[in-house]
């Protein structure tokens, strides 16, 4: 029996065979089929869109228009069927082969290329440029880059383009989940962002985009050599490598302590993306240097001993007593530590120390603070390169007061202290100012007129004659205009409660806002003076106080708000200004038992005492002392 020869591949077929087994080609014509019939396929294949191929080539030109539902198809499952249906063991081979692809995509190009078609008419991938040398960047820079890629087939070009390394610096702009979907008749042009903030300077850097398409698939390179932003002050401008600046240092240490210590030196590694070596506080003056050049590795720490491991007292309360520990090491170098307690009573006087070979720690055992007549605390010494020490300190404490008060029932004192003085604080701001013109702008507003001369809402304390049960708990019923006695008529309607309740909450904000964004800054900009600072501190201070003030208030106003609802919404007490007196004093001692019912629950625990009670303590006992009550400003502070 003679062989028939595809007229593609050249390969031997039996001769019964109407299609080449390897590559699916027509090997002859079937008998009496005319040219017409050449190609085509025994069933008609039928796309989601409706779309009728009857040829293989009609199916390989609507796998390429309709790339996705192709894709889709293919992955499904939907061609293996179809090709099995129709006899085509070798077309069905050659998708089992493109499924077993990982990358959609490329699956799709093969099982196209697979089809046997009369002639090609795909389309071809070219881009411009295939590479990207960028040179040298400085570190921090941005860069845009652009590339062309074209089609230079037939068809649409339909595939990916991705960052396949370099993804943390190399963007494709408008790119989602990293990667973007090319749809080319011609050409299309992308954008590439190359982003170096955060990246370590003085290295080299690569990248890779990979096209993955119908036309193609190309990779294309990028490489950049990121250098180092230089130190812009003297006297060490011109440095661009960490050693380079410790050599500097080394030449003129004083020059280099008032750069270490206002943060210059870190700001210029965290710019060119390195760690600063220091771990922690900065040691003070010359020590700092020797602390910079110890994390550098290039100077070895000096063996760091400290002169006695272990400290005695006894006290009589309430008696304060001070001493002093002694850091020293042998050779002739500087001692720098931070030095921490873990006592309420035991306190470091001298949280960060340094001086040429040795250096004293300041400690205060305050009586008033012990528990117990016996006590244990320690101290930890963090020096040289990390080195650590701990001194134990144990007291005996005489004549302390036979009863005491728990921290338990001081934590739920100080939370109702807290609470009162909060609120009596905010009086002017609140019940005398905001509550009554928020009243009067949403009154207005919902109007949409003038209020009346003699509406109750310009009396005062005449807010408290609006019906804020209804307005807090009612959304459809509607407030009469007799509440407010406008211009208009009394029996008409003046609007939805809800309404009246958005207004009110938008304007009480806006003027809490208004009224204390301003205290904060005014704060920042004392403090700043206080440091001396420059002129261009202060106004970032400014910028910065306003915008703290800006957000607590708006939080505290919200806080007051929420916190007087049920408050407001079963008042009963009148207006006028009896009424207003009576409002103020219900609602600090409102205030109070919500401080009580803080302390209780957030005075159970030693964690929530450490973090919430303490500061709360912190604060009223500085408030105590300015106003000269030494005895309540020792009973916040005590333990």
């Not at 400290?311 to 304060?320: D, H, K, N, Q, S």
């Not at 305050?366 to 963090?382: E, F, N, T």
């Not at 029996?491 to 009110?504: C, I, N, Q, V």
């Amino acid at each position: 029996m003679p062989a028939l020869f595809c007229p593609r591949c050249q390969r031997a077929n039996p001769d019964v065979a109407v299609f080449c087994y390897f590559d699916g080609a027509e090997l002859r014509h079937v008998a009496g089929a005319g040219p017409a019939l050449q190609g085509r396929m025994a069933r008609e294949f039928i796309f989601p869109s409706g779309r009728r191929c009857a040829t293989f080539d009609d199916l390989a030109q609507g796998c390429q228009d309709e790339w996705d539902a192709a894709r889709q198809l293919l992955r499904q499952g939907t061609f293996t069927q179809f090709f099995t249906q129709n006899g085509r063991a070798d077309l069905v081979k050659a998708v089992q082969e493109a499924q077993a692809q990982e990358d959609a995509d490329i699956a799709l190009i093969r099982f196209v290329n697979a089809l046997p078609v009369s002639r090609p008419q795909a389309p071809r991938l070219d881009i411009n440029p295939r590479r990207f040398l960028l040179g040298n960047l400085l570190a921090g820079e941005n860069r845009q880059l652009h590339i062309l890629l074209t089609n230079q087939g037939q068809g649409q070009l339909q595939g990916t383009l991705k960052v396949t390394e370099g993804g943390q610096w190399l963007k494709i702009d408008g790119a989602r989940d990293g990667q973007c979907p090319l749809r080319i008749a011609r050409d299309q042009k992308l954008l590439l962002q190359v982003d170096t903030r955060g990246m370590a300077a003085a290295q080299t850097y690569g990248g890779k985009l990979t096209v993955i398409t119908s036309g193609g698939v190309v990779e294309v390179p990028v490489r950049m050599d990121l250098v180092a932003q230089p130190f812009p002050r003297a006297p060490f401008q011109g440095a661009r490598t960490p050693r380079d600046m410790a050599e500097r240092m080394r030449s003129q240490p004083k020059a280099a302590v008032p750069l270490l210590e206002n943060g210059e030196i870190a700001r210029w590694f965290a710019g060119n993306g390195w760690n600063f070596p220091v771990r922690g506080p900065l040691a003070r003056g010359v020590a700092g240097i020797q602390q910079f050049f110890e994390a550098m590795g290039l100077s070895k720490p000096p063996h760091v001993q400290i002169n006695q491991p272990e400290v005695r007292f006894a006290c009589t309360y309430p008696e304060t007593l001070r001493f002093q520990l002694n850091l020293h090491t042998s050779s002739r170098k500087w001692v720098y530590a931070s030095v921490e307690s873990d006592s309420p009573w035991l306190k470091v006087l001298t949280p960060q120390v340094s001086g040429p070979q040795q250096a004293a720690v300041g400690l205060e055992v305050d009586s008033r603070h012990m528990s117990g007549q016996l006590a244990q605390g320690q101290i930890k010494i963090v020096a040289n390169a990390g080195q650590t020490l701990s001194v134990r300190v144990a007291g005996e404490l005489r004549g302390a007061p036979a009863v005491r008060t728990s921290a338990f029932l001081r934590a739920i004192v100080v939370m109702v202290l807290g609470a009162i003085f909060l609120r009596v604080a905010l009086i002017p701001l609140v019940d005398l100012r905001a509550r009554a013109t928020a009243a009067r702008a949403a009154a207005t507003r919902l109007l949409g007129g003038k209020l009346g001369n003699d509406s109750p809402l310009y009396q005062v304390g005449g807010w408290l004659t609006l019906p804020w049960g209804k307005i807090w708990t009612a959304s459809t019923p509607e407030l009469a205009a007799g509440h407010f006695k406008t211009e208009q008529a009394k029996d008409a309607k003046a609007g939805r409660t809800s309404e009246f309740r958005h207004y009110y909450l938008k304007a009480f904000v806006r003027r809490m806002i208004i009224g204390m964004s301003w205290l904060s800054a005014l704060v920042m900009i004392v403090a700043i003076w206080r440091r001396r600072e420059s002129f261009g501190d202060l106004v970032w201070g400014l910028i910065a106080g306003t915008s703290l003030g800006i957000v607590v208030s708006a939080t505290l106003a919200c806080v007051v708000m929420s916190a007087e609802i049920p408050l407001q919404a079963i008042w009963g007490g009148g207006a006028g200004l009896p009424g207003l007196l009576l409002w103020i004093v219900v609602a600090v001692l409102y205030w109070a038992s919500m401080g009580a019912m803080a302390g209780l629950i957030f005075g159970w625990l030693p964690v929530t005492r450490r973090t919430v009670i303490e500061p709360v303590k912190k604060i009223l006992a500085g408030i105590c002392r300015l106003c000269r009550l030494k005895g309540l400003a020792a009973y916040c502070a005590g333990p």
